[in-house]
């Protein structure tokens, strides 16, 4: 059996026992379930309408998207091997529509590469099976803290712009070659777009923890990745900010 804690503070398995808020926020909170295994995603309901959540759920893909596009979720768990269309599908084509819904992956495909291609189309989490309903709802809340904000599958400041999941980077209509190294740097510089970013924070989240490098390997690659997106193009998206580290223009430069 997939749930490794047993539900609880439930007495009526198909009632929440209390309504579970955001923060500053009181009333129901609504989770669309897509899992094509009926057993399993009764199981989930349950398990999370003990949890206090307010659940409905589809069977396949193609009533997900539906579902999720039209009723007013504050978050969808989505399994990825769905009939009609996969998970990573109705991913896809709700961040393309600029639908910013909290999605968590449920899946038993446990590879590292299964979880970054659903967390690059646009998942703000990944869980795999087996799985408990415990942290599966504490992974919940922590979306709706978060918040339905923007996060596009594409980044882009301004012209340029950066696929995650094709590892692609254009500057309108040109595209731009990068190492590995360089095209990390300029991501986490995307996704921070319009704030400075020190160079120890790109130390950190760039270069493996176990290697030995200094602040000074920063400079060097922000210097690369400022030839290679800026200097052809006459821009200066890539700034350096004295004393502080580094500002990637949210409009491009």
């Known amino acids: 059996m997939y749930p490794t804690v ?50 409905d ?32 599908q109705v991913c896809e084509r709700l ?13 038993a495909k446990d590879g590292e590469y299964d979880q970054a291609d659903g967390l690059d189309l646009g998942a703000d989490d990944y869980m795999t099976k087996p ?9 919940l809340r922590a979306l ?11 980044l882009a400041a301004g ?11 254009r500057r309108g209509e040109a595209g731009v070659e990068l190492t590995a190294r360089e095209f990390a740097l300029l991501e986490y510089l995307m996704r921070r777009a319009g704030q400075v970013v020190s160079k120890a924070e790109l130390l950190e989240h760039v270069w ?15 210097g690369y990745v400022r030839r290679k997106i800026d200097t052809p193009f006459g821009r200066n998206a890539l700034q350096t900010v004295r004393g502080a580290g580094y500002r990637l223009a949210a409009d491009g430069g």
């Open 57 to 88: 759920v589809a069977h396949d893909g193609v009533d997900g998207l539906h579902l999720a596009r039209e009723g007013g979720y504050d978050a969808v768990v989505l399994d990825l091997m769905l009939p009609g269309l996969s998970g990573y």
């Open 208 to 222: 493996d923890p176990d290697a030995v490098a200094d602040l000074n390997v920063v400079e060097v690659y922000a």
């Open 159 to 169: 012209d340029l712009r950066l696929d995650p999941a094709a590892r692609t980077v």
């Open 6 to 55: 047993p539900y609880r503070r439930c007495e009526h398995p198909e009632r929440p026992a209390a309504a579970v808020g955001r923060v500053g926020h009181t009333g129901t909170v609504r989770v669309l379930v897509v899992e094509d295994e009926r057993r399993l995603a009764s199981a989930v309901r349950r398990g999370l309408t003990a949890e206090g959540f307010v659940v």
């Open 131 to 139: 799985f408990s309903y415990v942290v599966l709802a504490a992974r």
């Open 144 to 154: 709706l803290r978060r918040g339905a904000r923007p996060r596009p599958a594409v």
């Open 95 to 107: 961040r393309a529509e600029r639908n910013w819904v909290p999605v968590l992956i449920l899946s």
